[in-house]
């Protein structure tokens, strides 16, 4: 059981292959079709570039370090690359950028159509600089100098046309001219939304028309962005990766490094306003402080000359020291609190920390003033005003020395970025990849002709195999018949009225030929059991063949030297005449409508022992012809004079002609066609011929492929059974 099973599953792989095989021309169609759409592709489709940048930003302390000394350390707050990625995408650096470059005006032409690009390309180039913008049109340009509009026309699309020397700017939803001026120079005018001034400079006449924009910051931001990215390269590297993609090499190229330029100087500027602040803040300090010494100093000297020279013991130079230095960090602290306050609020940790420090000092200088209160009166007083000038001297030193050093700091600032590596303009372009799109687009086209192949294939659910027939019908098949490649050629003569050649004639030895010889035993057997010697060829539908059987089978018997007559009996549309390069007329018509003599219209043929009667001129009623007694007396009076006589007869289920004719018939063979022919037609055949009580004594499977050519001779007729099989002209 297994082994059948797997038997049929070979086969039905190998007939799998086959068909597609056989439908070789519809995948290679598909396959040139891609390949052709993917050509237009790359021919329409402009190169894209990409330039890449690298910058480090590093880890170091503002020049504010200078004056907070070891806190610094503590204060100083590291800055991811998520922040500087996200300032590099800013407004702010781009911002800049758009302003620098003029990037917010958008030049393009209207000729960009996909017929424009394939037949008639322009070689359209934009260059933006720092005081216009030039459009380049092949040979010609022009050049916007100045291109002010009213808030009410930004990101709205303008019309640019020139006439002689001047140009004119029209809204393109209402087709109305919004701004007309001369060229070379600059115009200024107010209208109704606002104020316009334009400046357009060309040498060159243009006939065409250009698009030309004014951009609001977003979306000319978002013109930018959309082409535009950074990311770190690895983690907690500090190396920033720019990269931007466009058509122009050498506008992305600018572009990329004007955002350089202007990331690393906004960089530089943030530390310097930091410096810049604390000079700010030491240049209101110092003078305050030299007061505040200077009072100290006039004090103590009083004091001094008031009371002479007092010498100190060991014990209060030691309290001075101590208080000095107390008083001294306090001020520190102070300032430093002073400052920090300008940029943190009073909750932040380090804010809070400093205030613990004071706290801590504050306490000490009030046990330290405690001790100085139980000195005598005037050691305690020299001590106090000896301290204040002390504390005021060291503060001011100190402060002046920071202020020195923040002086020299900030002449030297770089900023904490550096600019590893600029823009460099792009040699080849990413986009699009020529060999990777034909590739696809080849494997595309199989993939489809394939898949069409496979459903066509599913489609023609016919007949395939004989054993089909024998086993549902329950009735032999006499011959399969293999298409013949030769008689293929046949139906580009039929639309030429010509004559078409017997294959058994012409090619004696073809497959198809041998195939029907191999059936003239059981043709033999048939007839040995018939009522008569009149042999009938229908079939379920138009195009199955049975023309071709009927003639080729006829020839075959007459070779075996037995007389034979071939009767054309589809008096609507039949041809068996263009196989024996005979008239129409006289015919079968012109004898039944009692017009013509059985002799005048029995014909001889090259063939011997083969005669022929063609349909004649076709009449308005066929059926009702055959359905009179001269068709009876015909066939009476022919079947002795003759061993075979073959009768081909019009489709069973598109007319009623056949069965009419098949009562006449001893034995009546039905064509069917490989993989057109369905179980259902040949079902409602038996019934037709059952109704009349008339038997089939078997099928002919014709048109059988196996390995090469493709499905059905693509004559178009199909299966609707209405159709009006209707009589053809008759020119003869």
């Known amino acids: 059981m297994s082994q059948s099973t797997n038997t049929e599953d070979t086969i039905d792989l190998k007939e799998l292959f086959f068909s597609l095989i056989a439908q070789w021309k519809l995948i290679a169609l598909c396959v040139i079709l891609s390949l052709v759409c993917a050509l237009l592709y790359l021919r329409t489709t402009p190169d894209t570039y990409a330039v890449d940048a690298l910058v480090q930003v590093e880890e170091s302390k503002g020049t504010s370090a200078a004056l907070l000394g070891d806190l610094s350390s503590m204060i100083e707050q590291k800055q991811p690359a998520q922040a500087e990625i996200e300032l590099l995408k800013s407004r702010l650096v781009l911002g800049s950028v758009i302003k620098h470059l003029n990037l917010d005006v958008k030049i393009s032409g209207t000729e960009t159509s996909f017929f424009n690009r394939l037949l008639s390309p322009h070689d359209y180039q934009t260059q933006y ?30 019309l640019l046309n020139f006439n ?17 001026a001369p060229i070379n120079q600059e115009s200024l005018h107010t209208a109704e939304h606002g104020t316009w001034k334009v400046a357009i400079y060309t040498q060159d006449q243009f006939k065409h028309t250009y698009n030309i924009q004014k951009m609001s910051l977003p979306v000319a931001m978002a013109s930018i962005t959309q082409n535009y990215s950074v990311a770190e390269k690895g983690k907690l590297t500090g190396i920033l990766g720019l990269n931007y993609q466009g058509q122009d090499k050498q ?29 700010k803040f030491l240049d209101e300090q110092l003078p305050e402080l030299k007061q505040q010494l200077d009072v100290a100093e006039r004090e103590f000297n009083k004091f001094r000359q008031q009371y002479n020279t007092v010498d100190v013991t060991k014990e209060s130079e030691l309290y001075l020291t101590q208080s000095i230095t107390l008083e001294t960090q306090k001020s520190q602290l102070e300032q430093q609190q002073a400052e920090m306050a300008a940029k943190y ?74 600019i590893v590596d600029t823009a460099v303009e792009p040699i080849k372009p ?36 004989a054993s089909q027939i024998e086993n549902e019908l329950d009735l032999p098949v006499y011959a399969t018949v293999p298409r013949s490649s030769i008689q293929e050629s046949r139906i580009k003569l039929l639309k030429k009225k010509k004559h078409i050649p017997i294959l058994a004639i012409k090619n004696g030895d073809d497959i198809a030929i041998e195939s029907l010889r191999s059936m003239r035993t059981a043709i ?16 379920p539908a138009p195009e199955v063949g049975k023309s071709f059987i009927s003639t080729n089978l006829a020839t075959i018997l007459a070779q075996s030297n037995k007389r034979v007559l071939i009767i054309d009996g589809d008096m609507r549309r039949g041809y068996l005449h263009k196989y024996f390069n005979s008239d129409t007329q006289p015919g079968l018509a012109e004898y039944l409508n009692t017009q013509q003599t059985l ?18 001129k076709s009449p308005v009623n066929p059926s009702e012809l055959l359905s009179s007694a001269k068709l009876s007396e015909l066939l009476d009076q022919v079947s002795p004079l003759y061993d075979h006589i073959i009768i081909d007869t019009p489709p069973v289920l598109a007319v009623t002609d056949g069965i009419i004719i098949s009562q006449y018939a001893g034995v009546n063979l039905v064509i069917a066609r490989y993989a057109k022919s369905q179980m259902k037609e040949l079902e409602l055949t038996i019934n037709r011929f059952e109704q009349v009580g008339v038997k089939v004594n078997g099928f002919i499977l014709n048109d059988i492929q196996r390995a090469t050519g493709s499905y059905g001779y693509g004559y178009g007729y199909g299966y609707n059974y209405a159709y009006g099989y209707k009589a053809s002209k008759d020119n003869d």
Do not use: C, W
């Open 524 to 539: 033999h057997f048939a007839m040995s059991q018939a009522k008569n010697n009149i042999i009938m060829i229908s079939g």
């Open 430 to 465: 990413i986009a699009p990849k020529k060999l990777q799109i034909l590739i696809l687009a080849l494997f595309l086209g199989g993939f489809l002709g394939t898949l069409l192949a496979l459903l066509r294939n599913m489609l023609r659910s016919g007949i395939k195999d």
């Open 599 to 616: 002799q005048s219209i029995i014909k001889p043929t090259e063939v011997d022992n083969l005669d022929v009667i063609t349909r004649g």
């Open 164 to 180: 002689a020397n001047k140009f004119t700017l029209t809204d393109a939803q209402t087709k109305q001219i919004v701004f007309s």
């Open 345 to 418: 609020t009073n909750e932040h940790p380090v804010m809070q920390q400093m205030n613990a420090q004071l706290g801590a000092i504050n306490k000490k200088i009030a046990e330290l003033n405690g001790t100085l209160k139980q000195l005598p009166d005037l050691q305690r007083r020299y001590l106090q005003l000896y301290r204040e000038v002390e504390v005021k001297t060291q503060l001011y030193t100190a402060l002046l020395n920071s202020y020195q050093q923040l002086r020299i700091a900030k002449a030297g600032e770089i900023g904490n970025v550096r």
């Open 129 to 158: 600089q720092a005081k216009s913008v030039l459009f380049q049109d092949d040979a010609k340009s022009f050049d916007v100098r100045k291109f002010e509009v009213p808030a009410y026309y930004l990101d709205k699309n303008l």
């Open 251 to 279: 506008h992305i190229t600018n572009v990329l490094n004007a955002i350089l330029v202007a990331y690393s100087q906004q960089n530089i500027e943030r530390r310097s306003a930091e410096t810049a602040q604390t000079l």
